[in-house]
């Protein structure tokens, strides 16, 4: 259920020009794509819009150009060819967007080629979804399409803007991405388990305070979880803290048992008395942190209990290392957690910038159901908010 807005099955393309904005904000290195997962995951659609004779528009940002025009280490062009050797599709570019060359450009694309524009944010205005931006994105085809989930959480030009004045529907990337993160509170399979670490409790309290709604059992790891120490009247020692947070982390505990949702935290540590890669860790119980030391994973005791709830679990969401795992001899939590959900039959959902950054560490990737492509996209629809990009969408 769940995805309410028209897809690019549900409108005419034959014989039509498309602009489509996708995300292929990819890193790059002296001119070469070092990770191709963001180019790949728009190709399903890109497929769909060529075989069904589609003439193909798509544009993107990279990297945070000035925005006062071009800048040769942030151009398209290598994205452009990356997919052109993914696809063996003839993929063109131009190095413009806005300008008359992009306008020639995007009229002279006839049905079955594939056009790539230059990186929409060589102008400042493109991020203020300014109108004549909007207007001129719209003048370069007759159908928009965005299957651009990473950006779908920012108004800006070329995410809503064409939207405004032609036909807008989802690609199949953006259609599963919301698909998948929304699912988890409309009818996830039971027990459905959430598993949330990472730095700070600031940054996911709209997350945390959202799956209670929804899971059977609500995980806590990583440096968060000293916060929800604090709320229990535990000392933490050096362990990274949000005095102002206190409050709001004790209160969202007690929320959590009116609503039936189990919270589990750290009943052992790791802890260590400076943070660094020589740094030694020692294992302590969380209500005996010493006063000079800093909690930097979770511990062998918890690490078992936590793979044992995600083994019983149907479903698992996961968001946030459970130690600081970039760091060998903190990663140990992260990667049992890992590694145990990988090895659950459960459907496992991943989001988030370094939590997908440790299952590609720990070679997991495929084992996973689906990992998003999306950082601040997925936090923000798993906090229950509406991505103004998806909202800007025909209605299905
Ligand atoms: P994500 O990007 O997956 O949403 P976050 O950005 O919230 O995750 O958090 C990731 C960071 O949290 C990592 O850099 C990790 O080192 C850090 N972290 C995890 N546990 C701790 C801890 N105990 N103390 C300090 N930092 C921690
Ligand atoms: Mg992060």
Redesign the pocket.
Known sequence: MAFTKKTVRDIDVDGKKVLMRVDFNVPLKDGVVTDNTRIRAAIPTIQYLKEHNAGIILMSHLGRPKGDGPEPALTLKPAAEKLAELTGYDVKFVADTYGDEAAEACAAVKPGDILVLENVRFLKAEKKNDPEVAKKFASYADIFVLDAFGTAHRAQGSVVGAAEYIPAVAGFLLEKEVDTLTGIFADPERPFVAVV????VS??IGVLENLIESANTLII??????TFFLAKGYSVGK??QEPDWIERAGEMLKKAEEKGCQILLPID?IVADH?GEDAEGVVVASDAIPDDM????IGPETEKLYCDAVKGAKTVFW?????????EQ?AHG?QAVAEAIADSDCTSII????????INKFGLASKMSWISTG?GAS?ELVEGKALPGVEALLDA
């Open positions: 670490g990472g730095s700070k940054s996911k790891g990583g440096g968060m979880a000293y362990s990274l540590n943070f800093m909690g930097m994973d968001n946030g290392p459970m130690g600081v795992f970039e760091i903190f992260t989001g988030g910038g370094d939590s997908v950054a440790a950082g936090m």
